[in-house]
């Protein structure tokens, strides 16, 4: 079955970076394409960057614009965030996630990772 | 693009209905059927449990159901089960492969 598992978070101070993974299998990675999504402590979900399958399109929420760059290697079926310039506000469990179109999930994430924690602090 | 607001909670008995509103815009909600909802339990990643407004994943239970009425979105559970506390949230396509979530709901069984 399809399995989406992260990996990479941990403590950062402000305006440090980390860089996310996210190792894909399954699947024919290059075929789907992938988000970021994440979860400040006690608040709702935030779609925050696509990644179509061959990286040719690629799109950012405003509030992480400039500072995040996600990126793929389809060889190595892993999907990357890296993230810059951190502040507390960007303190969230990050989960990447699919939407199998392929199975007639159109822009629904059906499929999730188990998340990782990102925390930013001094 | 400013999340949907939803309710910040819902409750009722076991066996009653339950309905969580999602209202959004021409821009997100009412651009297309492209709304989904998930389930999400404490400490756990989200589950997908509609889809395209009224669709359900197999495996997800049919006291679960979707619709949506010019540009807001409800989702309706039946026979409420102490199983289904957990939080609940909506998600729009707002178009060029952009998603919006709502600010969550958490229901709770009295």
């Known amino acids: 079955q399809v399995q989406l598992v992260e990996s990479g978070g941990g403590l950062v101070k402000p305006g440090g970076s980390l860089r996310l993974s996210c190792a894909a299998s399954g699947l024919t990675f290059s075929d789907y394409y992938m988000s970021w999504i994440r979860q400040a402590p006690g608040k709702g979900l935030e779609w925050i960057s696509y990644i179509s399958g061959s990286s040719d399109r690629i799109y950012y929420a405003d509030s992480v614009k400039g500072r995040f760059t996600i990126s793929r290697d389809n060889a190595e079926n892993s999907l990357y965030l890296q993230m810059n310039s951190l502040s507390a506000e960007d303190t969230a469990v990050y989960y990447c996630?699919?939407?199998?179109?392929?199975?007639?999930?159109?822009?629904?994430?059906?499929?999730w990772g188990q998340g990782t924690m990102v925390t930013v602090s001094s | 693009q400013s999340a949907l607001t939803q309710p910040a909670s819902v409750s009722g008995s076991p066996g009653q209905s339950i309905t969580i509103s999602c209202p959004g815009s021409?821009?997100?909600?009412?651009?297309?059927?492209?709304v989904s909802w998930y389930q999400q339990h404490p400490g756990k990643a989200p589950k997908l449990i509609i889809y395209?407004?009224?669709k359900r994943p197999p495996g997800v239970s049919n006291r679960f159901s979707g619709s949506k009425s010019g540009s807001t979105a409800s989702l309706t559970i039946s026979g409420l089960q102490a199983e289904d506390e957990a939080d609940y949230y909506c998600c729009a396509y707002a178009g060029t492969r952009t998603y919006v979530f709502g600010t969550g709901t958490k229901v709770t069984v009295l």
């Open positions: 996630a699919l939407a199998d179109f392929w199975s007639g999930y159109h822009d629904a994430f059906n499929i």
């Open positions: 395209e407004v009224t």
């Open positions: 021409s821009s997100d909600v009412g651009s297309s059927n492209l």
